[in-house]
């Protein structure tokens, strides 16, 4: 039986097969039989306004766009059997075979010399080697040695014992030997009253350092508590070795978070407690001390006997898959036509199980639904409907016109599937029209609408056939089109515009979901996906039927917080970490709605429109659904007494 949710073109070759028996009375019984199971099955997961046609039951697909066929190739593509399609892993094949699935025997062309594929190499990290933490024999003289007799006679007893580490690879592999001493948590933050390294000679030492900082993650030292900020801090004073120590409530640490080094610097790992633990029976009881105080530990600076330190791994090289298809023919086809190309273009990895990229930490799949199933759904669909819709009628994509469908991969690992294209023998710059990305394109939502970046890089004929394209198409009630400045983006059609090309991004924005395992399937609008997917054909049709195609210039420079049009309060958050008693105000963004309530720098917001507010998270959750134009009650405190009133919001970069 037909998957109620697969596109329609899959009925093909069952139809064509029954066609070609000829006209016995069997076979057109069974014809019969298997038209009535189609109506039946083939309305199945249909929405209501969307109508079944004889079109849409055989055609390779339909000549409208389908939003269920989009609900489909989003449903496979962020489903649990993909695990997260990492770029050069087992999972990132899977995806590429799923749209090859889609491709092959679909009429549209290979465009790279008739293949599908183009495949590249890319640097996907390092991979880790026999990283070591060995205790070594005898204890180190030392003035600030104060260990107990009972720590002692454990260091004599365990001596020589080794750990295994995940290397911390910001220098070249190699191994440190010597005086381990307590460095605390390493943080250096001078600017800000607290500097722990300033209060320990570690030139060629071997320094412990806890985890984050005092406070945890979300304490008063954020921008000096990561490990390349101490890392550097120790490299500068000289440390020959760092052991960056876990704690059992945060997240592990794995490989894949560092990208490696030819540099020269400590050997640096990172290891887990328990060894630790058990060696120093202070450590445990002295680091949740320290966690809740502001003060220096009086143990920095304390030796703790003979370590070496190995670092090893190995950069790792992975094989990436663009897949592309084009209307006409190949690249070199074009070529000796001297054809012009449009490029239509989305990623379609994701983080695998969140151990590079993840805004949550690794462990869990990440599905990728808006980042970027819902991107690669569109494309694919586009080509589909254009390629019969060219059937139909060839004079709807004129010569020396043709249009091409990239799927890139290892956008995630930085972009490299559409770098290695623009530098590859299948890409002209100087006969290619535009690049349209489609990126995180399925969170659509009223009051916040859809960006659209790249109207500035070329002539206003550009901006005018944008415009154009959105109003020819029936985007439901709030949805406005926001165009954003520049052409460098955080996203695939960056190179495109670095090699002089214009550019079109289509982008919903971000979300609470964004780089995390909840951006799932069933958060998507996909009403939305179907309406930006039309417009991008709209689009198209404009730049084809157009006298003269856009004219290329530079754009102004944009900071990617331009690209993050959220709709905003318009304070400054006190903090970005769990707290309580509401969300503590650092600053009030003067001639806005929210600074017209009397709200002051010092405050603490508690509720606004509806939801409590105890931090930042709260605060987004909110803004994720929240509109312009809108009043909301917001509530604040000020020492203790609770101050209401009512607020407006205000948009993001928008401009």
Known sequence: MKD??????????????????????????????????????????????????????????????????????VRVLSSYHMMGRESGRESGQKATDFLLEQYEGSDLAGYFAGSYVQPFTFPAGIKPGNSQVVFLQGRPDSENASDSDETQDRSQADSGHSYEAVPVAYAKPNTAEGDLVFGGFCVSSPEKGFDELARVNVRNKIVLCLRYGPGGKSGPHRSAISFRAKFKALQTRGASGIIFLGRPDTPPVYAEFF?????????????????????????????????????????????????????????????????????????????????????????YDHLGDGKFGSLEGAGKIHNGADDNASGTAAVMELAFSLRKMYEEDPS???????????????????????????????????????????????????????QFQGAQTADDSWKAMIQAAFDNTDFQDGMDLRFFPGGNGPSDHSPFYRKNVPVGFFFTGEHPHYHKSSDDFDRLNYEGLYDITFMARNLIMELVKARTPPVFQKAPEVERSDLEFDVRLGIIPGGYGETEGGLLVAGVKEDTPVARTGIQKGDRIIYLGGQEIENIQDLTDFLYDARLNTDYEIRFKRNDEVIKSRTQLIPGGAH
């Open 4 to 73: 109620p949710k697969m596109p329609e073109r899959k009925l093909r070759p069952y139809l064509l097969f029954a066609h070609g028996l000829g006209g016995l009375a069997p076979v057109i019984l069974a014809l019969i039989a298997i038209f009535a199971a189609v109506l039946v099955v083939a309305r199945m997961g249909l929405p209501q306004d969307e109508a079944l046609t004889w079109d849409r039951l055989t055609s390779v697909p339909s000549r409208d766009l389908s939003r269920k066929d989009l609900q489909y190739y």
């Open 396 to 450: 709807i994509i004129p010569e020396p016109y043709d249009v091409v469908f990239i799927h890139f991969d290892a956008e995630e690992r930085g972009l490299f599937g559409s770098e290695f294209f623009v530098d590859s023998k299948s890409f002209s710059p100087e006969n290619t029209v535009v690049m349209l990305n489609l990126d995180m394109v399925g969170m659509l939502r009223a009051g916040k609408g859809l």
């Open 259 to 347: 990208s490696g080094s030819d540099d020269a610097g400590p050997a640096a790992v990172f290891a887990g407690p328990e060894p630790f633990y058990e060696r120093y029976d202070w450590l445990k009881e002295h680091e949740a001390e320290m966690l809740d105080s502001r003060t220096y530990s009086p143990r920095l600076g304390q030796s703790m006997g003979p370590v070496r330190v190995t670092m090893d791994y190995s950069k790792e090289q992975l094989t990436g898959r663009n897949v592309a298809v084009s209307i006409k023919g190949s690249y070199e086809e074009g070529q000796k036509k001297n054809r012009k190309w449009i490029v239509v273009g989305a990623h």
